[in-house]
């Protein structure tokens, strides 16, 4: 297994809000976790990273690559975050830095973990620009956040994510404040990514549907537990779990998956 969770539990205050969570994500395998708002779906996901807010604190085992995360020194887990596990946010507004353009920023996700000079990292930031797909990409990298449209900026932090090819790459709904149209391309650019660099994939979501476009196991979760384990396909057809049956009801996006992709 690339990672496996098992009986995680998160506590805040004192307090579990996410209790005893178990999932395994294969090599090249795209895992959905889904759930309502408070279920622990970001919170499981920030734990992986060791980035959980302050009075937040994780027990249980994080096992990536036989290496145990919870407890890992800042300095071991830093090596581990952009390098072997990228991560997207769902709002790059927030995630990216407002006063630097982001062809510096893709350009320093490239020289935190390589050695190499300014000169080749933005070469590097341009290539990965016109890799997820951005217009004009030799102009567009000397842009500020401010001056790229929301999906323009989630394509950067997925640039970011992704520009030293880790094995992992987490996606914490990196569609949910972008319209209908825009997301369907996020979500088509992503399966594209993931699919062509053979990573493997935790998907955050509330919605059933978006999971379909882009995950083939879901993992679904209510107020920190794990209440559902099905293939994708299953939860769509045939759910055993209320829970999953009123996520299917609530379900908003069209049911699409890319071609050839499945």
């Known amino acids: 297994m690339s990672l496996s969770v098992r009986d995680l539990v998160i506590t805040i205050g004192g307090r579990p809000v996410v209790d005893g969570i178990s999932f395994d994500v294969a090599d090249g395998q795209r895992v959905g976790l889904i759930g309502e708002s408070g279920s622990g779906k970001s919170l499981t996901a920030l734990a992986i990273l060791g980035l959980l807010p302050d009075g937040a604190e994780a027990t249980g085992s994080i096992l990536w690559k036989d290496r145990e995360l919870i407890g890992m ?17 769902q709002e790059p507004r927030t995630a990216l830095n407002p ?15 390589e050695r190499v000079t300014r000169r080749e990292a933005r070469v590097r930031a341009i290539a990965e620009a016109a890799r997820v797909k951005l217009p004009d990409p030799e102009h567009i990298v000397d842009r500020y956040p401010h001056q ?31 319209d209908v149209t825009i997301q369907a391309d996020i979500l088509e650019l992503l399966a ?16 059933l549907a978006v999971l379909s476009h882009i995950a083939t196991e879901g993992v679904v979760l209510e107020h920190g537990h794990v209440v559902e384990t099905a293939p994708v396909r299953s939860l769509l057809t045939a759910p055993s779990s209320p829970v999953t049956q009123g996520l299917l009801r609530d379900a908003t996006a069209t049911l699409w998956r890319p071609e050839g992709r499945a």
């Open 73 to 89: 020194r800042d300095g071991e887990l830093a090596g581990i975050r952009g390098d072997e596990i990228g991560i997207v946010f």
């Open 192 to 207: 594209g990514l993931v699919h062509d660099d053979g990573m493997s994939l935790v998907f955050i979501t509330h919605d």
């Open 99 to 113: 006063i630097r353009t982001v062809g510096r920023q893709i350009a320093e996700a490239v020289r935190i973990h």
């Open 148 to 178: 790229l449209s929301g999906g323009q900026r989630q394509r950067v932090a997925i640039a970011m994510a992704l520009a030293c090819r880790p094995r992992l790459l987490i996606a914490d709904e990196p569609t949910t404040a972008l």
